[in-house]
């Protein structure tokens, strides 16, 4: 990057917001090694998202996976991991793909601009730029980005809960086990099942089932607070939990939440053995940082968990560690 470029016009824009797109302030991240060019960008942008920064490709990379933003706002040259290699590295990972990516870039060559679309880009902006201008394609590509978003979600939600499908659970499975024996960080794979469910339709009725399904997915869901963690409905009764960078602690941890979530929820159910209130049983897997596994064995040793749970009496916590 030319020490020129940190001497752009910045001239707010009058925007007329983007918070009615996404519900919510969208998550925009800038990644630039000269923080007085980030700082240009940033007052275009302070008003209307939550932004985030980075000064290296590393760094940006461990955002994405962190934060989730929306949309990247990418310089080409930077030192260690350029912009290309990091839009190329987003746009592999299946859990970071949706990621929008735009190059803002002193670069004005059409064999640049060509490279970074092949890369995955969605736009290509020179600087100097008109901030007005750059707003425009920012909202523009994030209204893109939205419709995407809700084409995936209605493919991958589970039509009656509301939280993710087994479809998605499945993706974002060997996405993640694929990223955790990359880095060498953890996962932990959960699996919940609702303590005799069938007595519970039998004795309620199916309607009732389904209200009871809907308000235990709901409780699990608020458990989770991280962007990354996913809840699905397996199938049936049964529910499924991802938790990367996740430790055996930390899983526990939040299971045990869950457990408390959906007793405390009070569903009265007189058939159950357990409690007279509906319960779950959960079984927990890790894949410890630093081992690797082989593919599809946190799912069995988090279903092994959960069958040694239901053994024990229900209305429990089984975990364990996978061996490596």
Not at 134 to 148: C, E, G, S, Y
Not at 267 to 279: G, R
Not at 282 to 294: I, T, Y
Request: net charge neutral.
């Amino acid at each position: 990057m030319s020490a020129n470029d940190a001497h752009w016009p910045v001239v707010a824009p009058t925007p007329q917001g983007l918070l009615p797109l996404l519900g919510r302030r969208p998550r925009l991240l800038l990644v630039d090694d000269q923080p007085v060019n980030i700082q240009a960008l940033h007052q275009v942008f302070a008003a209307d998202c939550q932004v985030l920064m980075a000064t290296s490709g590393a760094q940006a990379l461990a955002l994405c996976r962190e934060r989730q933003p929306d949309l990247l706002l990418l310089d080409v040259q930077m030192p260690g991991m350029d912009g290309f290699e990091l839009c190329a590295r987003l746009k592999a990972d299946a859990a970071l793909s949706h990621i929008a990516v735009i190059f803002v870039t002193s670069i004005d060559a059409p064999e640049q601009e060509t490279r970074a679309l092949e890369a995955g880009a969605a736009d290509f902006i020179s600087k100097p730029f008109n901030p007005a201008v750059v707003h425009a394609r920012v909202r523009a590509q994030l209204t893109i980005k939205l419709q995407a978003d809700l084409l995936r979600e209605m493919a991958f939600v589970d039509g009656l809960t509301g939280v993710h499908n087994r479809r998605h659970f499945d993706a974002r499975l060997l996405a993640e086990e694929q990223r955790a024996r990359r880095g060498r960080s953890g996962l932990a794979v959960l699996l919940a099942d609702v303590d005799y469910f069938k007595r519970y339709n039998d004795s309620y009725g199916h309607l009732a089932g389904d209200d009871c399904l809907r308000r235990v997915a709901r409780a699990m869901k608020s458990c989770l607070h991280r962007p990354t963690d996913v809840i699905a409905r397996y199938g049936g009764e049964e529910f499924g939990c991802l938790l990367p960078e996740t430790d055996l602690a930390g899983a526990l941890a939040v299971a045990g939440k869950m457990e408390q979530a959906v007793r405390g929820l009070a569903m009265v159910h007189e058939q159950s053995e357990v409690a007279p209130v509906i319960t779950i049983s959960l079984g927990v897997a890790v894949l410890e940082s630093g081992l690797r596994g082989e593919p599809g064995a946190l799912v069995r040793l988090a279903d092994e968990q959960l069958y040694a749970a239901k053994a024990a009496g229900r209305g429990r916590v089984c975990a364990r560690a996978l061996e490596g």
